[in-house]
C-alpha cells in the first residue's frame, strides 16, 4: 500500500513536468510559426508592392495604356453578359489589339514575366456591378485571359480596389487553385481625365512561405519532442528526490502517530526523529509538524469538548444565515425577460446573521416595489426582527397601498408588540416602469442616491419620517423623482458611509458618492462591486462593525435600445467609440453600407468634438446610441461640456469647386448631413448636442 502512494505521486510529478514542458514547447513552437508567416508575409507583401510598381514603370514607360484600356473597357460596358461571348464580341477588340501600342505593352509584360519572379501579370479593371475583373491587356492572350475577356471574382478583391485610399498600393493575399496562396499587388492607372482607368496587377506566390513554415514545424517538434522528453525525466528525478521521498516520509510519520494515539502511546516524536535536511519548504514543514505533535499533546485532553460545542453553534448559525439568505432575493438577474430595468443588490453582515435586508418585487406588470431597511442591533435577534419586518413591508405593499400608507400599516403592526423596543429604518419606494415616475417614503433612512442619465450621481436629502416601531399613531410622506432612461438608483444601509478603518476614520458619503462616480457607467453589479472593493481597501484590516447592504437600480425604460459610451474628447478615444457603436449595429443586422456611413460620421463628429470643444483643454464627450421604434432606424446622440458650438450654421461647401479651389472646412459635416436622414443640434445646460438619425 506504502509504495503503491509512493509511485503514484512519483508519476503524478513526472505527468505534471511533462504536460508543462509540452505547454511551453507547444507555445514556443506555435510563437515562432506565427511570427515566421507574419514576417515573411509583410516582405512578400512588400515585395508585392514593389513589384506593381517595376512594372507600372517598365510597362507604361513612354506608352499611355489609358487610351487603350478605357476604349476596350467602353467596349466591354457596351456589351450585355449574355453577348460577351463567342467570336462577334471577341472581334470588336480586333481593332485595339492590331495597335502597335497594344502590341508594345503586351511585349513589355511578357519580358516582364519572363525575367521578373512573379506569377502573373496584366492590366485589368473592374466591373463592381457584376464582381467582374475583366483583362484589358494581358501577354497571356488565351481565350481565358485575352483582351475584352473577363472573370468573375470575390467581393473583398474589389473592395480593396475600388475603396483604395489614394495613398498605398493595394494587397492582398487570398488562395488559388491555380497558384495556392498568392499575394496581388495592383497600381492605379490613371486617364486624361484623372481618373482611375485600369490596374497594373502583379501576383506572387506564397508557397516558399508556406513551405518553409512548414519545414520549421516539423524539425521544431522533433526539438521539441526530444528536448521535452530530456527535461521531463530530470525534473521528474529531482522531484521525488527532493520532494516525493521527504513528502511521504512525513506522510509516513502522521500515519504513525495516528496508529500511535489510538493505541494510546504518547512516549515517541514521530517528526522530530525524521531526517529530512533539504533545506526548503519540505524541511520547514517537517519542523511545523514537530512541533504541532507537541502543542497537541498540551491541548487534547479539552479538544473533544470544545470542538462538540463550536461545531453546535457553528451549525446553527449556519443554518441561520442560510434561512436568512433565503428570504433575501438572491437569483440574478431577477427578471431575465425584462429589458426595461437592470437591478442587483448584495448583504454582508458583520456577524453570522445580521439585521439589514433589501427586497424588489412586482406589484404588477408595470410597477417594481423597491424596500431598504436596517434593524437595530445585531446577531439573531436582529434577523429574527428583519424577517418580521420584511414580510409585512411586502405583504401591505401588494394591496396597492402607497409607500407612507404601507409604512403607517407596518409601524402600526410593530408597535403593538414591541416589548424588547426594538427599531427599523426603511426606504420604501415604488417605481412605474412605463414612465419612470419613482414614489417614495423614508422611515429615518438613509439618503438615497441617484443619477440621471449623462449626469453624476447626488443625494437626494429627503424628508425623514420616524424609525419603524418608534412610535404608534405616525404619519409618513410620500415624495416623487423621475428617473429618466438610463437613471441609476442607488439605496444602502449605514454600514457603508460608516465603515470604519484601523485609524477610527469613516468611509463617508463623500467617498461614497465619488466612488459611485467612478463606475456610474457600469452595470449595477458591477457599480456594488466596485464600490465594495472601495470599502474594503479603505477598511483595511480593521473588523466589520456592522452589516453592509447595498442595491443598485438602473431603469432603462421602454423596451428598445439605449446604450451610451464616454471617453476622453481625444483622437485616441474614436477606434472604441467606432467599435462599439459597430458592435449595437452588428446586433441589428445593420447592412454595411450603413454601417460605414455612420463610421464616417462618428469619425468626423468625435473628431471635431476632440479638436475644438474645450480649446485645447482635457474634458469627455458621451456617444448615445438608440434603437428607436421606427424599424431599421438609429440615433446617436454626440454630448460634451464644452464651448457652445453649432457646426451646423457653418456654411456648405462649394463641391462643385475643383478641390485646390475649395476653402478648407466644413467638407466632413456637409457629408454627414447628405447621408445621415436628421442631423440636429441644440445647447442645454451648457452641454453640446448632436443628434444624427439613419434608417436602412
Known amino acids: 500500500m506504502k509504495s503503491k502512494r ?3 505521486l512519483a508519476k503524478r510529478v513526472f505527468h505534471a513536468t511533462l504536460l508543462g514542458c509540452i505547454i511551453l514547447g507547444i507555445a514556443a513552437l506555435l510563437s515562432g510559426a ?8 509583410r516582405q512578400m507583401k512588400e515585395m508585392a508592392v514593389n513589384t506593381a510598381e517595376q512594372a507600372y514603370q517598365t510597362v ?4 499611355d495604356p489609358s487610351v487603350l484600356t478605357d476604349e476596350i473597357m467602353k467596349i466591354y460596358q457596351q456589351t450585355s453578359p449574355s453577348e460577351r461571348t463567342g467570336a462577334e464580341y ?15 505593352l503586351r511585349s513589355r509584360l511578357d519580358k516582364f514575366l519572363e525575367y521578373g519572379d512573379v506569377a502573373a501579370a496584366y492590366i485589368g479593371m473592374v466591373d463592381d456591378e457584376n464582381d467582374n475583373l475583366v483583362y484589358l491587356i494581358n501577354p497571356d492572350a488565351d481565350e481565358t485571359y485575352g483582351i475584352g475577356r473577363w472573370k468573375p471574382i470575390p467581393a473583398e478583391q474589389i473592395d480593396a480596389l475600388l475603396q483604395w485610399d489614394k495613398e498605398s498600393i493595394p494587397c492582398l493575399v487570398f488562395r488559388t487553385k491555380e497558384w495556392g496562396r498568392i499575394c496581388i499587388s495592383a497600381v492605379p492607372i490613371y486617364n486624361s481625365k484623372n481618373a482611375v482607368s485600369a490596374y497594373m496587377l502583379v501576383y506572387i506566390s506564397l508557397n516558399d512561405v508556406m513551405n518553409g513554415l512548414r519545414q520549421y514545424l516539423i524539425w521544431a517538434s522533433l526539438a521539441l519532442l526530444f528536448l521535452t522528453t530530456v527535461i521531463a525525466v530530470y525534473l521528474a528525478w529531482r522531484m521525488k528526490r527532493t520532494v516525493v521521498l521527504p513528502i511521504n516520509a512525513i506522510a509516513q510519520a502522521a500515519g504513525d502517530y495516528v496508529e500511535d494515539r489510538r493505541a494510546g502511546k504518547t512516549d515517541k516524536d514521530h517528526f522530530t526523529e525524521l531526517e529530512i535536511h533539504t533545506g526548503d519548504e519540505v524541511e520547514n514543514l517537517q519542523k511545523v509538524m514537530a512541533g504541532m505533535e507537541q502543542d497537541l499533546k498540551l491541548i487534547e485532553n479539552n479538544l473533544t469538548a470544545v470542538t462538540a460545542e463550536n ?9 441561520a444565515r442560510r434561512i436568512q439568505a433565503d428570504m433575501l432575493p438572491n437569483i440574478f438577474p431577477p427578471f431575465p425577460e425584462r429589458k426595461d430595468m437592470e437591478i442587483f443588490a448584495r448583504m454582508d453582515p458583520a456577524k453570522e446573521v445580521g439585521g439589514d435586508f433589501f427586497d424588489f418585487f412586482l406589484l404588477d406588470q408595470d410597477h417594481l416595489g423597491l424596500v431598504m431597511a436596517d434593524v437595530s442591533g445585531k446577531g439573531v435577534p436582529a434577523a429574527l426582527f428583519m424577517m418580521i419586518s420584511k414580510i409585512l413591508v411586502q405583504n401591505y405593499s401588494m394591496t396597492g397601498c402607497s409607500p407612507k400608507e404601507v409604512l403607517e400599516k407596518v409601524n402600526q403592526q410593530i408597535c403593538q408588540n414591541n416589548r424588547e423596543e ?27 442616491i441617484l443619477m440621471q442619465p449623462n449626469s453624476i450621481f447626488e443625494v437626494v436629502k429627503d424628508r425623514h419620517g420616524l424609525v419603524i416601531g418608534g412610535m404608534d399613531g405616525v404619519r409618513y410622506s410620500n415624495y416623487e423623482l423621475q428617473m429618466d432612461p438610463g437613471a441609476k438608483l442607488f439605496i444602502y444601509t449605514d454600514g457603508v458611509p460608516e465603515a470604519t478603518n484601523a485609524e477610527g476614520s469613516l468611509f463617508g458619503m463623500d467617498r461614497l458618492v465619488s466612488a459611485l462616480n467612478e463606475v456610474r457607467t457600469g452595470k449595477p453589479w458591477e457599480i456594488l462591486r466596485d464600490v465594495r472593493a472601495q470599502v474594503d481597501t479603505f477598511v483595511g484590516e480593521a473588523p466589520q462593525f456592522d452589516d453592509i447592504t447595498m442595491l443598485c437600480l438602473e431603469y432603462l425604460g421602454p423596451q428598445h435600445l439605449v446604450r451610451e459610451i464616454t471617453k476622453p474628447a481625444r483622437v485616441e478615444s474614436i477606434p472604441a467609440v467606432t467599435e462599439f ?27 471635431n468634438i476632440a479638436h ?8 469627455e464627450a458621451t456617444v448615445r446610441f438608440e434603437q428607436l421604434e421606427e424599424p431599421h432606424m438609429v440615433q446617436l446622440t454626440f454630448i460634451d461640456s464644452g464651448i457652445a458650438y453649432n457646426p451646423l450654421e457653418a456654411p456648405e461647401p462649394d463641391v462643385t469647386l475643383p478641390a485646390e479651389e475649395r476653402q478648407a472646412g466644413g467638407l466632413g459635416v456637409f457629408i454627414v448631413r447628405k447621408t445621415m436622414d436628421e442631423v440636429v443640434y441644440e445647447h442645454v445646460n451648457g452641454r453640446n448636442i448632436l443628434r444624427i438619425k439613419k434608417s436602412w
Not at 506565427?34 to 508575409?41: A, K
Not at 471577341?90 to 508594345?104: E, G, I, T
Not at 475644438?612 to 474634458?619: D, E, M, P, V
Open 6 to 8: 509512493e509511485g503514484s
Open 581 to 607: 457603436i459597430n458592435a449595437e449595429l452588428e446586433a441589428l443586422d445593420c447592412p454595411m453600407k450603413t454601417q460605414m456611413q455612420i463610421e464616417l460620421a462618428i469619425d468626423e463628429l468625435f473628431s
Open 34 to 41: 506565427i511570427s515566421y508567416y507574419f514576417i515573411f508575409s
Open 311 to 319: 461545531e453546535r453553534i457553528g451549525t446553527e448559525l449556519g443554518l
Open 612 to 619: 475644438y470643444a474645450y480649446g485645447g483643454g482635457k474634458g
Open 60 to 63: 507604361t514607360r513612354d506608352a
Open 90 to 104: 471577341w472581334a470588336k477588340f480586333d481593332k485595339v489589339s492590331n495597335r502597335a501600342v497594344y502590341q508594345l
Open 422 to 448: 426594538m427599531f427599523i429604518t426603511v426606504w420604501l419606494g415604488i417605481l412605474d416602469l412605463k414612465n419612470g415616475h419613482l414614489t417614495c417614503s423614508n422611515a429615518g433612512h438613509e439618503y438615497p
